[in-house]
């Protein structure tokens, strides 16, 4: 069952905060990073998704639409750095 409760905004340094109580945090296991947004009337603290969260379905979406071709296939004809014999 959700724990609800009040909080009152309060003023740390130059900013704003709540304080959270410890119940909620472990119930809502969000661990040491969060993600905060602000919608109207709410302000959402959602767990921290890693740096690269969606990708795959985003390929995979590019896939199905055909989308998914390197833009510079033709970019390593142009030059012969790769074929050429490198003296060190």
């Known amino acids: 069952m959700a724990t609800r409760t009040k909080?009152?905004?309060?003023?740390?340094?130059n900013s704003q905060g709540i304080r959270i109580p410890?119940?909620?945090l472990?119930?809502?296991?969000?661990?040491e990073e969060v993600e905060m947004e602000a919608q109207s009337g709410?302000?959402?603290?959602?767990?921290?998704?890693?740096p690269r969260h969606g990708w795959d379905d985003?390929?995979?979406k590019m896939a199905e639409r055909g989308d998914d071709r390197l833009l510079d296939a033709g970019a390593s004809s142009l030059s012969n750095w790769d074929?050429?014999?490198w003296e060190w």
């Open 7 to 13: 909080a009152h905004i309060i003023k740390i340094g």
């Open 22 to 24: 410890k119940v909620l």
């Open 26 to 31: 472990e119930q809502a296991e969000l661990g």
């Open 42 to 50: 709410k302000l959402i603290i959602r767990r921290s998704r890693g």
């Open 58 to 60: 985003q390929f995979a």
């Open 83 to 85: 074929t050429d014999e």
